[in-house]
């Protein structure tokens, strides 16, 4: 399958600043994308989906950017919390039964 | 609602045993999965099945077998283990396969020893 990689593996930002985790897709038939959160010792957990047909989906206090010209997928998550400390994950399909996961990226948020 | 649940959450194996991960899921979903996650890695699919009695290959089968006799339950049979099957599983279900978000469980984590 193709490859779906990460910019950067770990990223710490202050509680209450702004995160960007980047992503970046090999595919560009890739048509459907989804974030995901996971916790230590927990399954991965949906955070958002995007269509290729959108560049921007908002969620609660989650955006999701979309740029197919550069091939490119970000996830910026609103004044961060402890919570949000974890691996985030993007993935990417394209028409097939199943999502290609990148490496992920381990947010951690100082308190 | 329970979602997806595995069984066992660890597992110790020796080299040539076998055993079966279950998972069953609630959620009336048709398509069902299972991946292997590596440490410091993303998830790589194993197997899946677009609904009862319907299963196919996905990026690293072998080594595994799986049937899918009702909706609710998809387990993984690993007949001979071998120390590159020492992993994290993850069992996941979504209502269709196309463009649907996948719903996970917590995960199998197996060692083989």
């Known amino acids: 399958g193709e490859n779906v990689g990460l910019h950067l593996p770990t990223l710490s930002v202050q509680e209450g600043d702004n995160s960007i985790i980047n992503c970046a897709y090999s595919?560009?038939?890739?048509?459907?994308f989804i974030w995901y959160k996971q916790e230590s010792g927990k399954g991965p957990q949906f955070i958002i989906d995007?269509?290729?047909?959108?560049d921007k989906r908002q969620g609660q206090r989650v955006t999701v950017l979309l740029n197919k010209t550069v091939k490119h997928l970000s996830l910026q998550i609103a004044a961060t919390q402890p919570g949000d400390s974890a691996v985030y994950f993007c993935?990417?399909?394209?028409?097939?039964?199943?999502?290609?996961f990148g490496t992920g990226t381990r947010l951690t948020v100082i308190p | 609602n329970a979602g997806v649940t595995q069984t066992p959450k660890f597992r110790i194996l020796k080299i040539g045993q076998s055993m079966t991960l279950q998972c069953t899921q609630d959620?009336?979903?048709?398509?069902m999965y299972w991946y292997r996650q590596d440490p410091g890695m993303g998830l790589k699919l194993i197997y899946y099945?677009?609904?009862?009695?319907?299963?196919d290959k996905g990026e690293v089968p072998n080594g595994y077998n799986v049937s899918r006799s009702t909706t609710e339950d998809f387990p993984l049979r690993l007949e001979l283990a071998a120390p590159s099957q020492t992993s994290v599983y993850f069992c996941?279900?979504?209502?269709?396969?196309?463009?649907?978000?996948?719903?996970f469980g917590d995960g199998t984590r197996l060692s083989i020893l």
């Open positions: 959620m009336n979903h048709n398509y």
């Open positions: 993935a990417e399909s394209w028409g097939a039964n199943n999502l290609f």
């Open positions: 995007i269509r290729s047909n959108m």
């Open positions: 996941a279900s979504s209502y269709d396969g196309v463009g649907q978000p996948q719903h």
């Open positions: 099945s677009v609904g009862a009695g319907i299963t």
């Open positions: 595919n560009s038939a890739s048509d459907y």
